[in-house]
């Protein structure tokens, strides 16, 4: 346990509980693993490891113990456990509050770095899993050194593969199937909270290898996974955060040692509106961390030069392989109204050629394959839109033509089989015989089988 007093130069003098000064703090003050390292541990698995020393439930510890110096009344109510712990690893101000209230409770300073606190600057919504995923290697790693904890990195939504072993992150207990939940009141780092078995494993073949990927995939992932790997590094050295405003101010950079249309064309590669690309560069608003990673992908400058150093001495290319792969498979993946760059030569050629194909598609299918929204194409060319639209009206025509004579061909060969084999062909019986049933929900089907039906002598 450490003495308060040398908690004196965190906290003003204000903020310290009246009676905690020279108590000893109320909880173990243990130290996080991982420190100084990108596999620093999360808050959500040192609060865990806390209460398992404590032998109480996380929690009882969180509203019993850690609510007495919580500053946001709600926090101090046991039903919103569930709100704390979502934003326990995260960046915003629960997390503070959260953080400086373990603290407070174990005497342990610098805690932020168990969370994204220091980026979030940097980072927007959805950079945090709401799930938990984790390395079984490393889990038997971190058993064999002793001390079995949950990497914050784990946490970050962009990390798909463990940095180290370059496996897939594991999000399903493999004995009970249940997907993990982020912490629960009974959670032990590197256990599953449904059935409590050990979620490590020794044979990375079990695991989906990185390396075995297509190159750009691996490629890409190793590189989101160097790059997050030496933010958390970087996070814990520097003394100093980078904010929202440093982001457009280091785009100007790029642009000027790119060239003046540098933004225009990064809007372009990614298919994204000039306007939304130009308020990034001028600071209006700020791009999501899988833009900003994107860019700095395509352009190859990581994220710790873009960041924290004062130049980026470097020539600046666009490496078109890369933009490629990032505008068929991350932006389309996380499309939101942004991207909507309308080329409109493209477009007309795209659609002048879905136009010819077979089968033919509707115009949500061509939206869908070329990541365009409706609404907005219409507006363009709604002479084309509509073309495309009524071929597919007149294919689905034609198709249920087709298919309800086929039924109806069908239909009158099975009640022959049938009454020639002494059964009653019933509409029931029929169906099971058909190829395909759903041919009998057509009006003009059932039509056929009463007629059938008269003249095989079972009606009148
Ligand atoms: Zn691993
Ligand atoms: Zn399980």
């Known amino acids: 346990m450490v003495n308060k007093v040398?908690?004196?130069?965190?906290?003003?003098?204000?903020?310290?509980?009246?009676?905690?000064l020279f108590e000893r703090s109320s909880l173990y003050s243990i130290e996080p693993l991982g420190v100084g390292t990108y596999l620093i541990e999360s808050l959500s698995s040192y609060l865990s490891r806390l209460a398992k020393l404590h032998n109480v439930k996380i929690?009882?510890?969180t509203t019993n113990v850690l609510g007495n110096y919580f500053q946001k009344e709600y926090l101090k109510n046991i039903n919103n456990f569930g709100q704390i712990i979502k934003s326990i690893n995260s960046y915003g101000t629960t997390t503070t509050d959260i953080v400086s209230s373990i603290e407070r409770a174990t005497g342990r300073a610098n805690l932020n770095n168990l969370t994204l606190l220091s980026l979030s600057g940097v980072l927007r919504a959805k950079s945090i899993k709401d799930k938990k995923a984790w390395c079984p290697l490393c889990l038997e790693v971190f058993k064999e050194n002793g001390n079995v904890y949950e990497p914050l990195i784990w946490?970050?939504?962009l990390i798909?593969?463990?940095p180290i072993h370059d496996i897939k992150l594991v999000e399903f207990c493999p004995q009970c199937g249940y997907?993990?939940?982020?912490?629960t009141s009974n959670t032990l780092p590197g256990h599953c909270f449904k059935c409590n078995k050990w979620l490590g494993d020794m044979n990375k073949k079990n695991y989906e290898i990185l390396a075995y990927k297509l190159p750009f995939h691996t490629l890409w992932n190793q590189w989101v996974n160097t790059n997050f790997s030496s933010l958390i590094n970087h996070m814990q050295i520097v003394n100093y955060f980078p904010l929202q405003f440093l982001i457009s101010s280091k785009l100007r950079q790029l642009l000027k040692l790119y060239s003046f249309t540098f933004e225009n064309e990064l809007a372009d590669l990614f298919g994204l509106s000039r306007s939304t690309v130009y308020a990034w560069f001028c600071g209006q608003k700020y791009p999501p961390i899988i833009y900003l990673l994107s860019f700095l992908f395509v352009i190859d400058v990581d994220i710790v030069s873009f960041l924290y150093r004062d130049k980026i001495d470097k020539n600046i290319v666009i490496y078109s392989e890369r933009v490629q792969y990032i505008r068929e498979n991350i932006i389309k993946q996380n499309t939101s109204k942004e991207v909507n760059r309308i080329n409109k030569q493209e477009l007309r050629k795209r659609l002048e050629d879905a136009l010819k194909y077979e089968p033919p598609i509707n115009l949500k299918e061509f939206c869908n394959k070329y990541n365009y929204n409706q609404s907005n194409i219409r507006k363009y060319f709604p002479k084309l839109c509509k073309d495309l639209s009524q071929r597919y009206m007149t294919y689905k025509k034609f198709g249920k033509q087709q298919k309800i004579k086929l039924a109806c061909a069908e239909i009158k060969q099975k009640m022959i089989e049938l009454h020639d084999k002494g059964v009653y062909p019933s509409q029931v019986r029929v169906e099971r015989e058909l190829n395909d049933f759903t041919g009998i929900f057509y009006p003009e089907v059932r039509q056929v089988h009463k007629e059938i039906l008269r003249q095989l002598g079972y009606r009148n």
């Open 6 to 20: 040398s908690k004196l130069k965190y906290y003003s003098f204000e903020e310290i509980p009246p009676t905690s």
């Open 59 to 61: 929690n009882l510890l």
């Open 155 to 157: 946490y970050i939504n």
């Open 160 to 162: 798909i593969y463990c």
């Open 179 to 183: 997907q993990q939940a982020f912490i």
